[in-house]
């Protein structure tokens, strides 16, 4: 069964740093490109970054470029999102998803239709 788990949310100051991590289960992630979006209450989910599996390229959103890094470690199945000088417009519920196809990420990988596989997410807040 695949799954994928979204933890390392919290509340956090402006300025401030979390590292999101994305647990994969049921597939090894090493072969999949994986994306992390966020949505607030109202909006549509946002597209924020994405890595490939094969020469690790990554890609990110304008609004977080130069602020967040994603990662991957494969001999733990996970995927990271290290995110460093946070501003209260990067408050949302942020998830991982794939869809376990190509393993490089697409040039929509910002589009959520994209993906067949969604983590629960996980609750950032930057807030004073």
């Known amino acids: 069964q695949v799954q994928l788990v979204e933890s390392g949310g919290g509340l956090v100051q402006p300025g401030g740093s979390l590292r999101l991590s994305c647990a994969a289960s049921?597939?090894?992630?090493?072969?999949?490109?994986i994306a992390w979006f966020r949505q607030v209450p109202g909006k549509e989910r946002e597209g924020v970054s994405c890595?490939?599996?094969?020469?690790?390229?990554?890609y990110y959103a304008d609004s977080v470029k130069g602020r967040f890094t994603i990662s991957r470690d494969n001999a733990k199945n996970t995927v990271y999102l290290q995110m460093n000088s946070l501003k209260p417009e990067d408050t949302a519920v942020y998830y991982c998803?794939?869809?376990?196809?190509?393993?490089?990420?697409?040039?929509?990988?910002?589009?959520?239709?994209?993906?067949?596989?969604w983590g629960q997410g996980t609750q950032v807040t930057v807030s004073s």
């Open positions: 890595v490939s599996s094969s020469d690790g390229s990554t």
């Open positions: 049921g597939f090894t992630l090493d072969y999949y490109a």
């Open positions: 998803a794939t869809d376990l196809g190509p393993p490089d990420c697409s040039g929509s990988y910002y589009r959520p239709n994209e993906y067949d596989y």
